[in-house]
T-cell receptor, first 112, second 112 residues
Framework: DAGVIQSPRHEVTEMGQEVTLRCKPISGHDYLFWYRQTMMRGLELLIYFNNNVPIDDSGMPEDRFSAKMPNASFSTLKIQPSEPRDSAVYFC??????????FGPGTRLTVL | SQQGEEDPQALSIQEGENATMNCSYKTSINNLQWYRQNSGRGLVHLILIRSNEREKHSGRLRVTLDTSKKSSSLLITASRAADTASYFCATERIQGAQKLVFGQGTRLTINP
């Protein structure tokens, strides 16, 4: 298996633009997680899904952030409109029930 | 505040020495996990210890868990330059299971 796949790996955009981050989890994993990592705040859980259904989105910072999982092999995290304070590394992770999480390589987002 | 608090925040030792990192948490847990993150990469799962376990080994890694003190330690024996990375503890709480809460991490540097 190729592991968790994220795209793009790097994204540079201007303030106000829409940003879409993509994730393909490991096949057969029931859970998918979106995290954000910054030096100031560390690793924060934004939202997670179980069998494509959002379970907990309490970590989503504000309405500018939205996430979808239309099927078991694809999820998106969208920021609209983006702001400089959204600059961070965004990780997607997946896991089977009851086991450890497998992280993707991350998307480094820079909002100018 | 973070569920997991690692101590120390940074540790620098000579190759061949042992490295010990600590983690404290606040609420009751199902399990505690340790992850490693190399610079610019995603997190990699190292070891999971369940709340009814006190010690676990994996290769050069030894993890202990003291639920009465709500603390865990990660010992890396005979350190190597390749062990240079950030190490995170993550707890899965009894309530809100399936999601992990990460600490801020310990930055470990192994000097050749």
């Amino acid at each position: 298996d190729a592991g968790v796949i994220q795209s793009p790996r790097h994204e540079v955009t201007e303030m106000g633009q829409e940003v879409t981050l993509r994730c393909k989890p490991i096949s057969g994993h029931d859970y998918l997680f979106w995290y954000r990592q910054t030096m100031m705040r560390g690793l924060e859980l934004l939202i997670y899904f179980n069998n494509n259904v959002p379970i907990d989105d309490s970590g989503m910072p504000e309405d500018r952030f939205s996430a979808k999982m239309p099927n078991a092999s694809f999820s998106t995290l969208k920021i609209q409109p983006s702001e400089p304070r959204d600059s961070a590394v965004y990780f997607c992770a997946s896991r089977p029930t009851g086991n450890e999480q497998f992280f993707g390589p991350g998307t480094r987002l820079t909002v100018l | 505040s973070q569920q997991g608090e690692e101590d120390p925040q940074a540790l620098s030792i000579q190759e061949g020495e042992n490295a010990t990192m600590n983690c404290s948490y606040k609420t009751s847990i199902n399990n505690l996990q340790w992850y490693r993150q190399n610079s610019g990469r995603g997190l990699v799962h190292l070891i999971l210890i369940r709340s009814n376990e006190r010690e676990k080994h994996s290769g050069r890694l030894r993890v202990t868990l003291d639920t009465s003190k709500k603390s865990s330690s990660l010992l890396i024996t005979a350190s190597r330059a390749a062990d240079t990375a950030s190490y995170f503890c993550a707890t899965e709480r009894i309530q809100g299971a399936q999601k992990l809460v990460f600490g801020q991490g310990t930055r470990l540097t192994i000097n050749p």
